[in-house]
């Protein structure tokens, strides 16, 4: 299993990024996904989600209405398109893939950073 994540970089404020993450080694189409992020000395926390079945994508409220999670399932990829960037958006961006509604994250990438500053 490997989820490959990549897209980050530095921005302007108020400029936009995309990330990817390409998955393999698991039936994508059976898993959602999502995106975390990490600040430096903070935890890990929850960004957006997209279910498996087509249902509608979640967001802290932090980003509503900056940042859109979308899924190609044919190339078994995940999408964060992130606009209208601020400072405290930068952190350390990692994807995840949840099994259906599980509950549970089971599988994780490895962090691709984002850094919003001028």
């Known amino acids: 299993v490997q989820l490959q994540a990549s897209g980050g970089g530095l921005v302007q404020p108020g400029g936009s990024l995309r990330l990817s993450c390409a998955a393999s080694?698991?039936?994508?189409?059976?898993?959602?996904m999502g995106w975390f992020r990490q600040a430096p000395g903070k935890e890990r926390e929850f960004v957006a989600d997209i279910p498996w079945n087509g249902g509608s994508a979640g967001y802290t409220d932090a980003v509503k209405g900056r940042f859109t999670i979308s899924r190609d399932n044919a190339g078994d990829t995940v999408f964060l398109q992130m606009n209208n960037l601020k400072p405290e958006d930068t952190a350390a961006y990692y994807c995840?893939?949840?099994?259906?509604?599980?509950?549970?994250?089971?599988?994780w990438g490895q962090g691709t950073e984002v850094t919003v500053s001028s």
């Open positions: 080694g698991f039936t994508f189409d059976d898993y959602a």
């Open positions: 995840a893939a949840q099994y259906r509604d599980s509950g549970t994250w089971n599988f």
